[in-house]
Structure formats: C-alpha cells, structure tokens
C-alpha cells in the first residue's frame, strides 16, 4: 500500500557527487524511519544510511563525512546527499520506509532502485 519511487541516479566521475531522492506515497499515518541501502554486484546489500522521525541518523564508516541524509516529513521524502564519490560507491541504491499506516497497520516498504556508477 505504501510505494517509494527514487531518483537521481546516474554517472558520474570519481570526487563527484550526486543527490538521491525517494518519495513515500500512500495511506500513510506516519513514518519511523527511512533509509537507504546499497548492494554491489556480487555482494550482500548493505546499509547506507538512516534518519528516523526525529532526525537521528545513522551513517555505515566509509561513507561517514562525505553522505548526508536528510528528510522533508511534509513530503514524506528522504534525500541523500552523496560528495566525493568513489568507484567503490557504485551500487544500486535502494530507499527503504518504515512506518504505520490506518488502522494502526506497520508497514515496511522498499523503492526498485537507482543506480550510480562512479567511473572515469
């Protein structure tokens, strides 16, 4: 019932940057959390980065100073701010939402992906 859609995905080269968006839309009472995960071929996904409700976040070490997550709660959006980006940042980036919905219903729910390539 809850659907995320990304974008901002693409090329870019190496000390670039590029900025994702993911947009939650549905019957949605609240949102926990929201975050985002990566997986790169021939590795287990990964997690990136998360904000809850009340703007926490959360960032794995190797992208600590150079990612930042934020979020827009009127939109129900979460961006992630990506600097300085590294061929070993390339990935498909997945947003991921967790949260309620009416009837006091918990819902968890993830977006199709974006990818980023980070290559000169």
């Known amino acids: 019932q809850v659907q995320l859609v990304e974008s901002g995905g693409g090329l870019v080269q190496p000390g670039g940057s590029l900025r994702l968006s993911c947009a939650a839309s549905?019957?949605?009472?609240?949102?926990?959390?929201m975050g985002w995960h990566r997986q790169a071929p021939g590795k287990a996904r990964e997690l990136v980065a998360v904000?809850?409700?009340?703007?926490?976040?959360n960032y794995r070490d190797s992208v600590k100073g150079r990612f930042t997550i934020s979020k827009d709660s009127a939109k129900n959006t979460v961006h992630l701010q990506m600097n300085s980006l590294k061929p070993e940042d390339t990935a498909v980036y997945y947003c991921?939402?967790?949260?309620?919905?009416?009837?006091?219903?918990?819902?968890?729910?993830w977006g199709q992906g974006t990818q980023v390539t980070v290559s000169s």
């Open positions: 904000i809850s409700s009340g703007g926490s976040t």
């Open positions: 549905g019957s949605i009472v609240s949102i926990y959390a």
């Open positions: 991921n939402a967790g949260g309620s919905v009416v009837a006091g219903t918990a819902f968890t729910s």
